[in-house]
């Protein structure tokens, strides 16, 4: 009997939950499409004869190119002097509808003219608060497929230059006939559009000028950022990208708004369109590094065809299409290799963000288990931020994850799921979160496979402590039946589990000092006894062989 103890005693093990195994991961080169980013394509209704979206049209952009955004215009050259009519509303909507049924999403801009020599490029701001007023509830409902939306309304394309307005000031923005009363007309409208707009959405302005002027020369902090004030939900659009050495006009004096804009733009969308052919700016070399030092999430990928082309022929367009917005890399994963019901779940995962920017909308992160026995799904909310994730170096994220209450024993699938924020898309997998690794996504859910499965137990199976109880246990291995020795078993409460940690009833007889346990309707495999009294916890690992 002392021989087989000390074998028992070999057989014992420590604390699964002091044991971890580390997953690596492999990077995939596959262009997909990612909520809320990429080359987006673009498109407008007209007031006079309206241009409904076309249903096959948008779900093909997601599902044979990859896109997930578009571009939708809204022209109100009907109603520069008018409310806009119910009929263009219900268009509106019907727009919105389509949009979320092919899976995409779109970023919007209100305009009254594409002219910039007519007599009246836009409508006066009492027009314009009007207007806002009406678009408002559209705004709010369609909160989870509006990505976000563009200052428009003032001037020609609703760029804010070239307005005919006398209360925004003329033809400029900084030049000398805008007054203190002009920018703060201008500010009336954009806080009445961030009024508008669901709290969780952010509206982009033409130029860096245009916030600096109106809030703050200084770009957002860490501690500024998605604090849904007025300053953390702006953001910026660049529509001549490359097109000039400022751009067109949407820089000032690149010396202190090309700083400005790289940090504003860790926090707030950055996006737009090239609109001219200026090779050498406007080829890859400048383009890519331009994209990357601004943080670009979207790109027009209709305009301009020549330098879009350029991209092609230069053999960027594909590192474009997969930088732009995020691009997050799964390296590797640290797991414990048993889990206590008790104990927190500590994890590390290790990323790459190797994407332009981050999400800027909010997202939340979880840890999703599946039983694979019951298919039972639980989801645990990562305190992580993924709006934080901006690379390019690693990111470590360490995590020590409560588990659920109704969480049971049982062997789980781990999986990284980053759905959608609102309750209307947060099942669907076309706005869930893709890494790029090969092997994870899985289309069906939107989860990504961590591709690692952990136990879960309800009893501290590795905590065996040997030395409190000098026991006798006998046949190794057991057949019919299991018998043990030591003083006092009758004043232990005495538990059997099976490899899976779950709790399996057992029919014993107890006689002084000894219990004999009936194992005939046991399957074959590896079991564990605890044998409990107070603080007192003793577990020994048996075999059971018919």
Known sequence: MKKLFTLLGVLLFVSGSAQTSNITYKASTLNFSNPERGFYKHTSAHSGTYQSLNQTSLTNYRVLNNISLIYR?????????????????????????????????????????????????????EIMLTHIKQIKPLLQANEDVISLMQAGFIGAWGEWYYTSQADFGGEGYNGSSVTTTNLNNRKEIVEALLDALPASRMLQVRTP????????????????????????????????????????????NVTTQYPYLAQDTKFVPMGGETCRLNSPRSDCATA?????????????????????????????????????????????ATFPKTQLLRDNLPLTLKIINSGFATPFNERKAYLVLK??????????????????????????????????????????????????????????SEYAIRFANDNVW??????????????VTDTNLGKAESSKINMSIYPVPANNELAIEFDGINDYQITMFNSLGQNVLISKKLESNKAIINTTN???????????????KDTRKIIVKH
């Open 442 to 455: 899985d289309a069906s859910t939107g989860y990504n496979d961590l591709n690692y499965t952990i136990n």
């Open 209 to 252: 000028a245009f916030k600096q002027g109106l809030y703050s020369k200084n770009a957002l902090t860490s501690t500024q950022a998605f604090s849904e004030t007025s300053l953390a939900r702006i953001g910026h659009h660049n529509d001549c990208f490359l097109a000039s050495s400022s751009d067109y006009g949407t820089y000032d």
């Open 371 to 428: 039983n694979l026995a019951t298919n039972q799904v639980y989801s645990i909310l990562m305190a992580s931020d993924p709006r934080t994730w901006l690379g390019p170096t690693e990111l470590t994220i360490n995590e020590n994850l409560t588990l659920p209450s109704n969480l049971t024993t049982g062997n789980y699938k781990l999986y990284l799921h980053l759905p959608d924020n609102l309750p209307t898309l947060a099942n669907r």
């Open 522 to 536: 046991l399957s074959e495999g590896l079991y564990f006894i605890e044998f409990a009294k107070g603080s007192t």
């Open 288 to 332: 890519v590094l331009e994209m990357g030092k601004f943080h670009w999430t979207f790109l027009n990928l209709d305009f301009y065809p020549g330098v879009i082309d350029g991209f092609e022929t230069n053999n960027c367009f594909d590192d474009i299409q997969k930088k732009l917005g995020y691009r997050f890399e799964l390296t590797s």
């Open 73 to 125: 215009a809204f022209p109100l050259d009907d109603f520069i002097d008018t409310p806009i009519s119910a009929s263009y509303l219900a268009n509106m909507q019907s727009d919105f509808d389509k949009i979320r049924k092919a899976g995409v999403k779109c970023f919007i801009r209100f305009t009254y003219s594409d002219d910039q020599d007519v007599p009246k490029r836009d409508a006066t701001k």
